[in-house]
């Protein structure tokens, strides 16, 4: 579960060889949860509302990004960081 972001206590990170819709994986604390890219939507799990906002946010300025990772993750080549939330 290479990690490509972490800001504010949120450490985010995509897995090798997910399954379908693209999707990135966020944790805070005890609290974890995935995202869908193309929505930019909750899948599953569980997140303060403050914390999701700022998932969203940076999601939302980062959204072209997430998707070549997808792609990287899919193919098993490396992940690169993408910046954090200012």
Known sequence: MPTICMFRGIKIYL???EHQPPHFHAEYGEYECSISINDIELLS???PN???KMIFGWAALHQDE???EWY???TH???FPIEPLK
């Open 50 to 52: 403050k914390q999701l």
């Open 45 to 47: 799990g569980q997140m």
């Open 66 to 68: 997430l998707q070549e």
């Open 72 to 74: 990287l993750a899919q």
């Open 77 to 79: 080549k490396e992940l």
């Open 15 to 17: 897995n090798y060889l």
